[in-house]
């Protein structure tokens, strides 16, 4: 072999060639590398002895532990579905009011239900359940349908204004938009019902209640009521309370009685169990506000 | 540029214009075909730059022809354009990179501009790092590596002008593209059909400039360094046609459809993948380092005999792993086992490479202390070891359960391609530069020794944000509540990430920083020598003759 000199760092010869410069020693492969590969030839041919490997020209080697990772799932999902179904079942069981009063079973409904409640509904009503704009606050408790369980399980199943056949539905009127009233009467209406919560009067407010009013009486009173409480058969809000689901100030009470709303929600019965949809149910029943 | 097109004869200028010419009717009949979609917007580019460059070569194509006495020195022109075009797109799809990682913190960033959304950006910063940065710096250093280590000139002055700018042409296309929103969803494969077709013609040409030139070499043997190169080559140019297999909607339009579909489709783009990792991100810059590190330590390579194992091991076992990137999915079990044992098995050549450029270093290790540029290689071989360790380990099914999907994966691509790819490019352009551009040293060895500690940092704080990030995110995401319902919902864990992700961009600014750093040495080192230049002292050019003997020691 024509071996090149002798390096004085390690004693090892060069190979002889030279590459602008560059030498290479004739190091023998140190034996650490050979047992390393050994081994992990090793691991690797345990592994194929043990699990599905190689392909044969029809199917392929099953392994010794008859490993399949479609069964090994199937598996997984139905023993973690029984082991739930020592309190699940009991939540599909029971009435609302008894799983209510159950402090143990309302605490592992709680925690489930803010993981559900968190992934599908905090796009909307927010991770605390307070809601936005056009979102409403269901912690606040101002319910535009009803706030019994029944009544919130049904708005969840059946979602609202939804592509549902028994969705709930709800509709504000464009009254400006659509000219069932001008302009200076929907001004006149807005003054009126701001007033009702008892929200700092605009600039000459004080002069258009009384036209407001009539307004109100001719116009509004069918879905919100008389006393302006709202009908909760119709999704009409209350618009004597606190809650503004889009807005108090003069502008958007404008815009919400000018151009009309028509707020959407899922129906969530497509989507979700029933098992989940009761579980979310009581999450939400039992929500408690920030305030209270 | 006229310096340039004057080192060209005047057949190879003619060439040059021909194909740029048919390069702008190309572009011109996208623009045309193209209305009302992309890809008109794109054959604008292709045309706006081909008439540029036609420009340019008319602008010096009454030049003096070069003479004879050309021939007996090396072809350098294409690696010093390709190394200023590596830095600035070393600033570019890192910037790009700083950019997107805010936009992961702060997503409102996007100021609801289409081009601007991540989906779109992040393409900008993966190919301008991997395809920009990585295969210009891949491109240079392969003609000064080749040149040398076979004592061939390149065998025709137009080919490497070709691949490089032909290269870069594939490389604004695509970016462009990406911010119009054209991709086929393939990730790292996302420029469309008619960009693949071009980057076929261009590496084809590449594959064959190679071959050339060692035909041409007058060393009885081919050096390490060359197999890499040419495997990175080869294996890219294989997987690149046949992942990129699809049938446009018509040749009027940008989108284009996969011949593959479902989990095949699934499996050929991460064996296209994986290998783009081992090729273009291992195979290439192995042989960078295999040229770069000897020769700036004056170290002969520990053992030619570990690198032939190494090198046969990382080529054969790497082919195989690509299904670890589909653990538990739709991929039949046994694909996925056999992925994973050959990526356990893969540890061993990548460790024994890593080892033979330190051991390499014994001997040198004063050097390594003193001479930032050999310690950013050095530091590369390090985190060579320590990402393909990671690599194997994640390949494990059981530990990719939790690793899956999560942050870890990012932390882990960016320990290979900041503290190896990067690192290793850094130190071979700071040692290339001086010899390109005959200097004693870069302008400023300091600021050599400022970028190293930035970039080092950077690498740093980007990875061990992403460990933490990622092994939270894995475990939130599979810890289950006493009713047995999982514990957190999926903006529990954004939430949990969002410290991280400043964390994260933070380092990723550092190692931008670092890259800014040394585009600004890069600069002023070519300054002082057009400079010194231009006061009439002129770099003695060495014959290719006068053997190697004669040669500049930095050579």
């Known amino acids: ?292 | 540029m006229v310096r340039f097109v004057s080192g060209l004869t005047v057949t190879e200028r003619q060439v040059a214009l021909v194909v740029l010419l048919a390069l702008s009717l190309i572009g011109l009949a996208m623009a045309a075909a193209g209305r009302g979609d992309p890809m008109g917007a794109q054959g604008f580019i292709v045309m706006i730059f081909s008439v540029g460059l036609g420009f340019a070569v008319m602008s010096g194509y009454y030049a003096p022809e070069p003479d004879e006495s050309r021939l007996s020195r090396y072809y350098d022109d294409p690696t010093k354009v390709g190394i200023v075009l590596t830095m600035i797109w070393a600033v570019i799809g890192m910037a790009v990179g700083v950019w997107v990682a805010a936009l992961l913190a702060w997503p409102d960033l996007t100021f609801d501009a289409a081009w601007a959304s991540f989906g779109r950006l992040r393409p900008v910063h993966t190919s301008g790092v991997i395809f920009g940065f990585g295969g210009n710096a891949l491109i240079a250093t392969s003609f000064h590596v080749l040149q040398r280590t076979s004592r061939a000139r390149l065998p025709d002055q137009f080919t490497p002008w070709f691949v490089l700018i032909g290269y870069n042409l594939f490389c604004i296309v695509a970016a462009s593209g990406y911010l119009m929103g054209v991709t086929q969803s393939k990730e790292y494969a996302e420029p469309e059909w008619y960009a693949d077709i071009w980057l076929v013609i261009v590496w084809v040409a590449y594959f064959l400039l190679y071959l050339r030139t060692l035909a041409r070499r007058k060393e009885p043997h081919i050096y390490v360094a060359n197999w890499y190169y040419m495997a990175f080559i080869l294996v890219v140019a294989v997987l690149h046609i046949v992942n990129n297999l699809a049938v446009p909607v018509s040749f009027a339009h940008a989108k284009s459809y996969s011949l593959f579909s479902g989990v095949q489709d699934a499996m050929t783009e991460w064996w296209y993948g994986h290998n783009a990792v081992a090729f273009f991100l291992t195979s290439g810059f192995l042989g960078m380092m295999y040229y770069y590190l000897p020769k700036r330590a004056g170290r002969p390579i520990f053992s030619y005999r570990l690198s032939i194992i190494s090198f046969w091991g990382i080529t054969f076992l790497y082919m195989w792993a690509g299904s670890h990137h589909l653990h538990y999915t739709a991929l039949p079990q046994w694909v996925q086992t056999l992925g994973m044992t050959f990526s356990i098995m893969l540890l061993v050549p990548s460790w024994a490479s890593a080892g033979n450029a330190l051991a390499t270093l014994n001997g040198a290790w004063h050097k390594v202390r003193d001479d930032a540029t050999l310690r950013f290689m050095m530091v590369a071989a390090v985190f060579y070891g320590l990402s393909t360790f990671e690599g194997s380990f994640m390949a494990i099914r059981p530990v990719n359960s939790l690793s899956h999907y999560t942050d870890w994966t990012v932390g882990h691509v960016h320990a290979g391609a900041l503290g190896w790819v990067a690192m290793i490019t850094f130190g071979s352009i700071y040692a290339l530069v001086p010899w390109m551009w005959k200097r004693q040293a870069m302008y400023s060895s300091r600021l050599v020794e400022v970028h190293f500690w930035l970039a080092l940092a950077g690498t740093i704080v980007y990875v061990f944000a992403m460990w933490n990030s990622g092994i939270i995110q894995g475990l939130m995401w599979r810890t289950y509540n006493d009713g047995g319902t999982l514990a957190y919902s999926f903006i529990d864990s954004m939430v949990a990430m969002h410290p991280y992700y400043i964390a994260r961009a933070f380092g990723g600014l550092l190692f931008l920083s670092g890259a800014v750093v040394g585009t600004y040495n890069v600069w002023m080192t070519i300054r002082a020598a057009h400079a010194e230049a231009a006061a009439g002292e002129t770099g003695a050019d060495v014959p290719i003759a006068a053997g190697s003997g004669a040669m500049q020691a930095g050579e």
């Open chain 1, 1 to 292: 072999m024509d071996l090149g000199k002798q390096d004085p760092v390690t004693g090892r010869v060069t190979t002889g060639h030279e590459w602008n410069g560059i030498e290479e020693l004739e190091t023998p492969i140190p034996r650490v590398v050979f047992f390393f590969l050994g081994a992990a030839f090793l691991v690797s041919v345990i592994c194929w002895f043990l699990y599905p490997t190689w392909p044969l020209i029809w199917t392929y080697s099953k392994g010794l532990l008859g490993i399949d990772q479609r069964v090994t799932v199937t598996e997984q999902v139905e023993r973690a579905t029984e082991a739930r179904s020592v309190w699940t079942a009991q939540v599909l069981d029971k009435s609302y009011a008894d799983i209510e009063a159950d402090p143990a079973l309302m605490h592992l409904v709680t925690e489930t239900g803010r993981t559900l409640f968190v992934d599908k509904c905090a796009a909307c009503h927010g991770v605390n359940a307070t809601g936005g704009p056009g979102f409403p606050d269901l912690a606040a408790k101002a319910w535009l349908w009803d706030g019994e369980p029944e009544a919130i399980e049904e708005t969840i199943r059946v979602g609202i204004n939804s592509t549902n056949d028994d969705t709930r539905t709800s509709q504000m009127l464009a009254f400006g938009r659509d000219g069932i009233l001008p302009a200076d009467e929907v001004g006149d209406v807005v003054a009126y019902v701001r007033s009702l919560s008892g929200l700092q009067p605009a600039e000459g407010d004080a002069a258009r209640l009384d036209k407001g009013r009539q307004v109100f009486a001719d116009n509004c009173v069918a879905c919100h009521g008389e006393d302006a409480k709202g009908n909760k058969d119709v999704g009409a809000p209350d618009l004597t309370d606190a809650n503004w689901l889009y807005g108090s100030d003069v502008q958007s009470v404008f815009s919400t009685v000018y151009s009309g709303r028509q707020g959407h929600m899922p129906n969530w019965g497509a989507k979700l169990s029933p098992l989940d949809i009761k579980i979310l149910t009581l999450y939400v029943h039992t929500l408690k506000g920030a305030e209270n």
